[in-house]
């Protein structure tokens, strides 16, 4: 039957949903988000993550079992990778070994100080993750550490692999990481050891490449590589990220003909979507400048 | 759906437990590349058995507790499941479905428009490039939520079971043979 105070009823509702939808998108859109909204958003955000962290625990064991399966057919393929990976490193270690102590002399002699990079000046907080983002469109995971714990937003987050992302809300007791793989992300990085300087950013739906931007034509990047964060030296424009954390390797350098820089695809090390624990990198102890004297 | 304080709150647990259960478990598993999401589900679910109306407001608050939580930008899921809901519980007002398999193509075309919906808004919210990839995990996503349709539905069924007016899952009563036999001017009439 035809009831046209139900269908005005229905329309009503659907208008009132759809334009408080539009409203919200409107007030938190940019950068200048309302007090009083963002006051909501992590009063939701300090109600809901116990429930997020107990839902988490209890069901990791179901989740580890969907995996598992997947696992034992990647482990194979995986192992042999690592196998490579590991003679590779060995060579690239012995290298550095020597090229370190070189270094250490020639800074003794020219009386330079050193930077200290990541590890150094830094403070790991370790934090389980306890919510994540359901669709491909964003990348953001929620943490069951907060200020309470000594996280900032700005603070770098990484896994044992390397680079995950950055802190963008904080809570007492939880915080939001932004992952590298979100579409607003954007990491300064150095292609190592040619030193090659570009702006990391992701491809919606791509997790396991991403695009180090901004490389001229002329620089030559092999695949294989390391990408490290760079950090900047400049106090004016100082990085989110501390210089020295590994991000990825280089997969496939894409010289785009018609175009000033070349785009090269990075394989991250840290498996953006299978995280259980990270670290947040908190200020720790005043990262000084050593002198370094060559004896 | 009967309009009660008991209907609210089923409909909010549902929103509440199926939010937490994405967040927090689901969006880790991955199985054949894809992830299962529940939320187009649930916004499907409840559009085929509490109508347009609930499944709009059941979207939009699961969009927005999912967007409040993980600090994304409130309101394009909102939106997007608003719709979906809508049009879902629009097509069950007019055409009445009642076949048991009728979860999975509703799982299928709800999953389906969320994925296309969030990519659209998203693309014109922050003008990012899309990878070619992305819509193959979202079809995958589309399967994988047709094949765990029926109980995630069945589940659904049972919750809001006692606050709904009409089921159309429920047997329908058969109607009578038209007569095919007897006087030529009684043929194809019920007497």
Redesign the interface.
């Known amino acids: 039957m035809y009831d046209k105070t139900a269908v005005r009823r229905r329309r009503a509702v659907l208008g009132v949903l759809v334009a408080s939808s539009l409203v919200l998108l409107t007030f938190f859109f940019g950068d200048s988000v309302p007090t009083g909204l963002r006051a909501v958003q992590r009063g939701v955000q300090v109600v809901l993550s116990p429930l997020e962290s107990g839902a988490s625990r209890a069901l990791k064991p179901f989740r580890d079992m969907a995996g598992w399966t997947g696992d034992v057919f990647y482990a194979r393929g995986e192992n042999e990778r690592l196998r490579s990976e590991i003679a590779r490193t060995r060579s690239e270690l012995a290298r550095a070994h020597t090229d370190a102590r070189e270094l250490a002399a020639l800074r003794g002699l020219a009386r330079l100080s050193r930077r200290v990079g990541y590890p150094g000046g830094t403070q790991p907080v370790t934090g389980r993750v306890i919510a994540r983002s359901p669709t491909v469109w964003y990348s953001k995971a929620q943490i069951n550490s907060g200020s309470d714990d000594g996280v900032e937003v700005g603070d770098p987050v990484v896994t044992r692999d390397g680079l995950v992302g950055r802190v963008s809300m904080v809570n007492g007791g939880s915080s939001v990481i932004t992952l590298i793989t979100d579409e607003q992300s954007a990491v300064s990085a150095q292609v190592m050891p040619g030193g090659s300087g570009g702006v990391v950013k992701p491809e919606v739906g791509k997790p396991n490449d991403l695009l180090l931007d901004y490389i001229e034509r002329g620089r030559k990047v092999r695949r294989g590589t390391m990408v490290l964060t760079s950090g900047t030296a400049s106090s004016k424009l100082e990085s989110l990220f501390p210089r020295g954390i590994p991000i990825g390797r280089v997969r496939q350098v894409d010289p785009a003909e018609f175009e000033l820089y070349q785009r090269v695809h990075i394989e991250p090390f840290a498996d953006i979507r299978r995280l259980d624990f990270v670290q947040v990198l908190t200020d720790g102890p005043e990262a000084e400048e050593e002198e370094v004297s060559f004896r | 759906m009967i309009a009660s304080g008991g209907a609210v709150a089923r409909v909010a647990a549902l929103v509440l437990v199926g939010c937490?259960?994405?967040?927090?478990?689901?969006?880790?598993?991955?199985?054949?590349g894809a992830?299962p999401?529940l939320?187009p589900l649930l916004v499907g679910a409840v559009a085929l058995y509490a109508g347009?109306?609930s499944a709009?407001?059941t979207g939009?608050f699961c969009?927005?507790?999912?967007?409040?939580?993980?600090?994304?930008?409130?309101?394009?899921?909102?939106?997007v499941l608003?719709?979906v809901g809508?049009g879902l519980g629009r097509y069950r007002d007019l055409r009445d479905p009642g076949h048991g398999l009728v979860p999975i193509p509703i799982a299928a075309v709800a999953t389906a428009a969320y994925?296309i919906g969030?990519?659209l808004v998203?693309f014109l919210?922050?003008r990012?490039?899309?990878?070619?990839?992305?819509?193959?995990?979202?079809l995958l996503t589309v399967v994988l939520n047709a094949v765990v349709a029926l109980p995630v539905f069945a589940l659904v069924r049972r919750v809001l079971g006692p606050v709904l007016t009409v089921d159309p899952s429920e047997p329908r009563r058969r109607r009578r043979t038209v007569r095919e036999k007897g006087p030529i001017g009684l043929r194809g009439l019920e007497v």
């Open positions: 937490i259960l994405q967040i927090s478990w689901l969006a880790a598993v991955r199985i054949f992830t999401d939320i347009a109306v709009a407001t939009f969009g927005l507790v999912i967007d409040l939580v993980l600090a994304t930008t409130p309101g394009a899921s909102s939106l608003t719709l809508y994925g969030l990519a998203s919210l922050d990012t490039s899309i990878s070619g990839l992305a819509f193959q995990e979202v």
